[in-house]
């Protein structure tokens, strides 16, 4: 089986929910420590052996484009980091016409697949540690499309495409069902779809015939259940965390997790994270352990 080399990455979605930041800056710029979230995305790619990414943009993105250049001023760790990432793979960019749904977005990957199975991987959306090799690995056993899901509460269902399924394998679905953003009592399980995914391009002809769905648009999730009715996809249970960084509240605890683990920014996150804990027990608002 080939290895699965190339990665569409679609950025072009609005950030409403992160205005007014998103007036000037496209989301998946928006910094998670010292890098922005659209970095971690290529990153985890690369190590899952990405050699190829394509980005989908749009209306305000041009940013994404400068930032995969190489600056080549070297004055500090992480840029120099950037360049050695930008060497390791080749870049395309394409931009969609008009906002009209991540399956629309999608459509513009079919030259780039080139008729082989392709990640996908949301611009603003990573999971640590990354449910990619899973992915990859079930996809290579399978030979079908792959999707990363979760447990998420009942009440934020309906954010997400929910699945329907039977165990297939350890932490593993053999999908007969999707709901795009299922209204109240119409989620067939709590297992959303968190934005990782390994598709075969059989994918494209389901896309070309989806018609509009949920809020009008072009809906990969239609796309996919074409696959789950004919027994063609198989879900994998992340046990990740996952961060969507277009939602501030995920943002900022993105933020705190990444700005931990970071040598430099570390031992100071810690320390404020230990004060406001001291702080907050002395004060009654915590109980003291
Ligand atoms: C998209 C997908 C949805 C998935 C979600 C994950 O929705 O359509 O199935 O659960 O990403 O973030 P969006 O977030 O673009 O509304």
């Not at 016409?97 to 999608?106: F, N, Q, V, W, Y």
């Not at 008729?115 to 290579?140: Q, Y």
């Not at 030979?143 to 009942?154: D, F, G, H, L, Y």
Request: aromatic share 6%; hydrophobic share 40%; charged share 25%.
């Amino acid at each position: 089986m080939t290895r699965i080399t190339r990665a569409v990455i679609p950025a072009a979605g609005l950030g409403t929910r992160f205005l007014p930041m998103t007036r000037s800056m496209p989301k998946e710029m928006l910094p998670v420590g010292r890098k922005p979230v659209i970095q971690y995305v290529i990153e985890e790619a690369v190590e899952a052996g990405i050699t190829e990414c394509l980005i989908i943009t749009g209306r305000g993105k041009r940013a994404l484009e400068d930032y995969f250049d190489r600056s080549d001023i070297g004055d500090n760790d992480e840029n120099a980091r950037l360049d050695k990432l930008i060497d390791r793979l080749d870049i395309y960019f394409v931009r969609q016409k008009a906002p009209r749904g991540l399956g629309d977005a999608l459509r513009y990957a079919e030259p780039f697949a080139s008729g082989e199975p392709f990640v996908v991987l949301l611009g603003d959306t990573f999971t640590r540690p990354s449910c990619l090799p899973t992915l990859i690995s079930a996809h290579a056993r399978h030979r079908v499309s792959t999707i990363a899901v979760q447990p998420v509460p009942e009440v934020l269902l309906s954010r997400y495409g929910v699945v329907a399924g039977a165990p297939c394998g350890p932490d593993e679905l053999r999908v007969s069902d999707l709901v795009e953003k299922p209204g109240p009592g119409e989620a067939p399980s709590n297992l959303a779809v968190l934005g990782a995914y390994v598709l075969t391009p059989a994918i494209f002809t389901a896309l070309a015939r989806a018609r509009p769905g949920r809020n009008g648009e072009i809906q990969l999730t239609d796309a996919l259940r074409v696959a789950a009715k004919e027994g063609r996809l198989v879900a994998c249970i992340s046990a990740g965390r996952r961060y969507d960084i277009g939602d501030p509240v995920s943002w900022l605890l993105a933020n705190i997790e990444l700005g931990l683990a970071d040598s430099e920014t570390g031992g100071a996150v810690r320390e404020l994270l230990e004060e406001l804990r001291t702080e907050r027990s002395r004060d009654g608002s915590l109980p003291v352990q």
